[in-house]
């Protein structure tokens, strides 16, 4: 099994910034493609980045220039960095990955972005 464990949630005005963590443990070594999700209230959730074993990402349209997906294997953590961020990026944020053998998917906690004044 792999367990995800998210952090750096918060509350951030218009234009600020938020970097979230994403640290694997267990059976790291099934872990494949891992990624970001969120989900606003009412909403489904939806796919913000990936990030591949070597280092290749890619984004949905609405946060490309703004969010970066890096990785630090040493420390078995992805990251999220979000800039300039916007009250349409409000939502729980959830990491992801994906079991190299069977596909299956791996779930973090969640963890709360608000972006208000």
């Known amino acids: 099994q792999v367990q995800l464990v998210e952090s750096g949630g918060g509350l951030v005005q218009p234009g600020g910034s938020l970097r979230l963590s994403c640290v694997a443990s267990?059976?790291?070594?099934?872990?494949?493609?891992q990624g970001w999700y969120r989900q606003a209230p009412g909403k489904q959730r939806e796919l913000v980045g990936i990030?591949?074993?070597?280092?290749?990402?890619n984004y949905t349209d609405s946060v490309k220039g703004r969010f970066t997906i890096s990785r630090d294997n040493a420390k078995n953590t992805v990251y999220l960095q979000m800039n300039s961020l916007k009250p349409e990026d409000t939502a729980g944020y959830y990491c992801?990955?994906?079991?190299?053998?069977?596909?299956?998917?791996?779930w973090g906690q969640g963890t709360q972005v608000t972006v208000s004044s």
């Open positions: 992801n990955a994906v079991d190299l053998y069977n596909q299956a998917p791996y």
């Open positions: 267990g059976f790291i070594f099934r872990i494949n493609l």
């Open positions: 990030i591949t074993k070597d280092g290749t990402t």
